[in-house]
């Protein structure tokens, strides 16, 4: 059998839902595109995606989850390339202090959102 998947959505688990959504908008440019809250109002999905492909964000939170989210050596990371002047929006990541890591050798950085989630930003490839 050959199987033939494709990607649907990467889930982050976030503590302050409102926060998340700022950063995620303001950072990245990603919005909301549907959102499911539980009906006892135990958890709240919200998918954000970037309007150019189906690939969404999955942030969940959890009421009962209060404390900040233990991530480990894990470095598995989100990617996200961004167009237009990768100087300038490098500049206004460092200016927000969102830039938690830099390789200047591979031209690439990581900001950080408020979970401390690392995400890699690269130039769209011309």
């Known amino acids: 059998m050959q199987i033939k998947g494709r990607f649907d959505h990467f889930n982050v688990n976030v503590t302050d839902l409102d926060r998340s959504l700022r950063f995620y908008d303001e950072a990245l440019g990603l919005r909301e595109l549907s959102r499911k809250t539980a009906d006892d109002s135990s958890f709240v999905l919200v998918y954000l995606g970037d309007g150019q ?40 990541h460092r200016e927000r202090g969102w830039i938690c890591y830099e390789n200047h ?22």
């Open 105 to 126: 050798e591979m031209g690439l950085y990581f900001i950080h959102d408020p979970d401390d989630y690392w995400i890699e930003v690269l130039p769209v490839k011309e």
């Open 53 to 92: 492909t189906p690939f969404r964000l999955e942030l969940t939170w959890l009421r009962d989850h209060t404390q900040a989210y233990e991530l480990g050596e894990n470095e598995s990371h989100l990617c996200v390339r961004v167009a237009g002047d990768y100087d300038r929006i490098r500049a206004y």
